[in-house]
């Protein structure tokens, strides 16, 4: 008998088993507030036995059961008075198929349904249902302004509301803090997710970029909310525009005060250490503008900022400068003195060329750049005829010479013929000569010419004359050499049918 009792317990589970095996429901159904959902009941395999009434079983909690809907074959249909009044129905009044429809399902319906059969003679079967109901969370997150220097506090909140199951909440930001979420259970069976984001601000912080992210089982993807963190603080003052070249007159000075506050700063004043502002200063809101530098704006300026949290202030002192010439008037003193520089120059420059040309004709050379034709190795000058009848005066006169190594040095050798010139040309106007410019020396060939044409003509008379004497006159070649100044002349002497003497010399140093 003792070893007959573990056989009969396995006989009556597997009885029970194959019982519940022939109600055929659906295990778990999913459904969202205010839509329809569908319960499933089947008995299969009834064979000899006897399918007498059909109940379907709501349990919220366990232990607390209540009938919904009942079916009788010969009774009909029945809906107790429950929550479920007037929500609920058979799909097709059957034994063999009992299955019911909820409409606008409630948060509150969810939990376990049973379809429970009455046979004979086996008894009771069923199978059980379990119905989960789903919510979309509304969620919401939105920074809290936070005041610095307060210590830790919230600097923003996310909240997923009347979700089921709980949502889950995180964060994201690069601003020093930690955060903290609750769970508070609805009525309906919802479920409230609230999530806290704390620090200790600073001025620093704000605008600071600060995420909260979403989960929650009914949703695609998580949700996100982008936020900036607002943190409140008093103004701070900073003067700008000072270049510390505040000079008598000028007109274009000026200070700017920036104030930097949140939140923003409704109201800005200008004063100065003694109280009074200077008569030439005007003040459009942030601005100091001062129309005119003068020894009044010679003073420390003060600018206050204020906002609903409090008030700063910042300080600058100026120094106002002697001015010796017109600022206005810097670039014509600039052009003034580039000008000045540039006439310079150029008169340097004409200067010298000046300077060099009288240097070169000094040297013999005349105005176009090339050696005089008269003064290379000897400058001859030879007195005009004054006759044609062979008793004037020669064409030789005294030879001037111009030493190389000497240079400017004129040396005067007087002819050894008898026949010298009553007027002996100076040393001025031998350089005069050899500083002919071309014009003039072409006016002066143009001259001996004329005098050269004269000339033949009057030879042309004295050869007919000559010729009645049957011949020409000699020609006289002198040579002499001069061993104390270590040169020599060499005189090539031709006489003229007039009488006179043409002497075509060539002195050697």
Same mark, same amino acid.
């Given at each position: 008998m003792r070893n007959s009792w573990p056989i009969f317990v396995v006989f009556l589970l597997f009885?029970?088993?194959?019982?519940?095996?022939?109600?055929?429901?659906?295990?778990?159904?999913?459904?969202y507030a205010n839509e329809s959902v569908n319960l499933r009941c089947e008995f299969t395999n009834a064979?000899?036995?006897?399918?007498?009434?059909?109940?379907?079983?709501?349990?919220?909690?366990?232990?607390?059961?209540?009938?919904?809907?009942?079916?009788?074959? +010969?009774?009909?249909?029945?809906?107790?008075?429950?929550?479920?009044?007037?929500?609920?129905?058979?799909?097709?009044?059957?034994?063999?198929? @009992?299955? =019911?429809?909820?409409?606008?399902?409630?948060?509150?319906?969810?939990?376990?349904?049973?379809?429970?059969?009455?046979?004979? @003679?086996?008894?009771?079967?069923?199978?059980?249902?379990?119905?989960?109901?789903?919510?979309?969370p509304k969620n919401s997150a939105s920074p809290v302004a936070a005041q610095?220097? %307060?210590?830790?506090?919230?600097?923003?909140?996310?909240?997923?509301?009347? %979700?089921?199951?709980?949502?889950? =909440?995180?964060?994201?930001?690069?601003?020093?803090?930690?955060?903290?979420?609750?769970?508070?259970?609805?009525?309906? %069976?919802?479920?409230?997710?609230?999530?806290?984001?704390?620090?200790?601000?600073?001025?620093?912080?704000?605008?600071?970029?600060?995420?909260?992210?979403i989960?929650?089982?009914?949703?695609?993807? @998580?949700?996100?909310?982008?936020?900036?963190? =607002?943190?409140?603080?008093? @103004?701070?003052?900073?003067?700008?525009?000072?270049?510390?070249?505040?000079? +008598?007159?000028?007109?274009?000075?000026?200070?700017?005060?920036h104030a930097d506050a949140n939140p923003e700063v409704v109201n800005v004043t200008w004063t100065t250490v003694s109280g009074k502002m200077p008569p030439t200063v005007k003040v459009v809101q942030n601005k100091l503008l001062v129309q005119k530098v003068d020894e009044s704006v010679n003073t420390t300026f003060i600018c206050e900022a204020k906002n609903n949290l409090g008030s700063n202030k910042n300080q600058l002192t100026s120094m106002v400068t002697e001015l010796t010439g017109d600022p206005s008037s810097v670039g014509v003193l600039v052009g003034a003195i580039l000008g000045s520089l540039?006439?310079?120059?150029?008169?340097?420059?004409?200067?010298?060329?000046l300077v060099m040309r009288s240097r070169r004709q000094q040297h013999g050379y005349s105005s176009d750049g090339e050696q005089g034709a008269y003064c290379n190795k000897a400058c001859l000058f030879?007195?005009?005829?004054?006759?044609?009848n062979g008793t004037g005066s020669n064409n030789n006169g005294p030879i001037y010479t111009y030493r190389e190594r000497e240079p400017g040095a004129l040396a005067e050798k007087g002819s050894e013929f008898p026949h010298v010139p009553a007027s002996i040309p100076t040393a001025h106007e031998i350089l005069l000569s050899c500083e002919l410019d071309e014009a003039?020396?072409?006016?002066?060939?143009?001259?001996?010419?004329?005098?050269?044409?004269?000339?033949?003509?009057?030879?042309?008379?004295?050869?007919?004359?000559y010729d009645g004497f049957g011949g020409l006159p000699p020609s006289y070649h002198v040579r002499r050499h001069d061993d104390e100044r270590g040169m020599y002349v060499d005189d090539d002497m031709e006489s003229q049918r007039d009488g006179s003497i043409i002497s075509r010399t060539a002195i050697y140093v």
């Open positions: 009885c029970q088993v194959a019982r519940g095996q022939r109600v055929q429901v659906l295990p778990d159904v999913e459904a064979g000899a036995t006897k399918l007498t009434q059909v109940s379907w079983i709501f349990e919220a909690t366990e232990g607390q059961r209540e009938n919904i809907a009942v079916f009788n074959p +010969m009774y009909g249909q029945s809906f107790p008075q429950s929550t479920f009044k007037d929500r609920v129905q058979f799909s097709q009044p059957s034994l063999e198929n @009992p299955s =019911i429809t909820i409409n606008k399902v409630r948060m509150s319906d969810a939990g376990k349904y049973t379809c429970e059969y009455a046979t004979y @003679p086996s008894g009771n079967e069923q199978g059980t249902t379990t119905l989960t109901m789903l919510a979309k610095a220097g %307060g210590g830790k506090m919230v600097v923003a909140r996310c909240e997923a509301a009347r %979700g089921k199951p709980a949502a889950n =909440i995180t964060w994201t930001t690069n601003a020093a803090g930690a955060f903290n979420s609750t769970s508070e259970p609805q009525p309906d %069976g919802t479920v409230t997710v609230r999530s806290e984001y704390r620090m200790a601000p600073v001025p620093g912080d704000n605008g600071r970029d600060i995420t909260c992210v989960t929650q089982r009914t949703q695609d993807y @998580p949700q996100t909310f982008h936020m900036k963190l =607002i943190v409140q603080y008093p @103004p701070t003052v900073r003067i700008e525009g000072y270049d510390d070249n505040w000079y +008598m007159g000028r007109t274009d000075a000026m200070l700017i005060c540039l006439a310079l120059l150029l008169v340097s420059a004409l200067i010298a060329v030879a007195g005009k005829k004054t006759s044609k003039e020396r072409r006016k002066f060939d143009a001259l001996n010419d004329s005098m050269e044409e004269e000339e033949e003509e009057e030879e042309d008379e004295e050869e007919e004359r």
